[in-house]
């Protein structure tokens, strides 16, 4: 008489005496992406992108013509920024302000400037923004809380980055053009290690199990911090800046952008129970 083992006791025998099947090191496991997994990033930033348009106003089916309308242009030519470069000239003015001595008074802060006259706050943004009206961007500007007018009609600027209290069109020109600004860091990273060259600056911190009721005092350190940062950086290119302008020669504009930023919990899902 012979005794028959089971199919699964046999093959559960056979994979003991194998023993286990060794699985991939970790650093394999993540070193490559594949197709599958560069499809799955880009499937989330379109869900990253749909839920801002929703967030805007814009509905899904709109959102999807506005795709569709990118994608056949996609074809033909690359992106660049399209809208008004008013924001970054508006920026130059301010950092003309905060730099060039004939606009700081002896404490070596930016001067109150009067409206109107040689040296005023329209003189200043008439040198960047020749074709605007100078007096109606100056009264817009003091309207959202960029510029401060002091009892006697002078004008101050509230601080040295430019904020808005409102959305408008130039903060909304301006995602995309720092998403593409961030995704050209990491397609420049990822080409220069493959070369060996020189990578881009490319940081961040991130804070689990951040008390909630701490999250303003975060936002407000990372204000407090974040101008020596880019005071040092302004002060360091200065005089390169100057070099470039004695001599021509090839240029390209630099950036860094830095924010903060809170991940909300994402609600649970409710669940129906049965009747």
Known sequence: MTNTIPPRAARKAAKAKRGPRPRPALSRQFAEASLADREQMLGELFGV????????????????????????GARTRSYRRSGSLLMARIGEAFKTW?????????????????????RSLETLITRFLPKVNARETARWLMAEGVLRQQTNGFVVPVRRVISFIRPNTMVLDRIPFLVQ???????????????????????????????????????????RLVPILLDSLESWAAPHL????????????????VFSYVEEPAPR??????L
């Open 49 to 72: 992108v749909l839920e801002f348009s929703k967030k805007s106003g814009i509905s899904i089916d709109r959102a999807a013509r506005l795709f569709d309308h990118a994608r056949r």
């Open 242 to 257: 100057r070099a470039a302008e004695r001599k021509p020669q090839q240029t390209a504009r630099v950036g860094v952008e």
């Open 98 to 118: 905060y730099t060039e001595p004939e606009y700081l008074d002896a404490r070596g802060v930016p001067a109150a400037l009067p409206l109107s006259g040689a």
């Open 181 to 223: 600004a961030l995704l050209s860091t990491y397609t420049h990273n990822i080409e220069a290690k493959a070369k060996g060259e020189e990578t881009r600056c490319e940081r961040m911190l991130t804070l689990d199990q951040f008390p909630v009721k701490d999250v303003p005092r975060f936002n407000w350190e990372v204000k």
């Open 269 to 274: 899902a409710k669940v129906k129970r049965p």
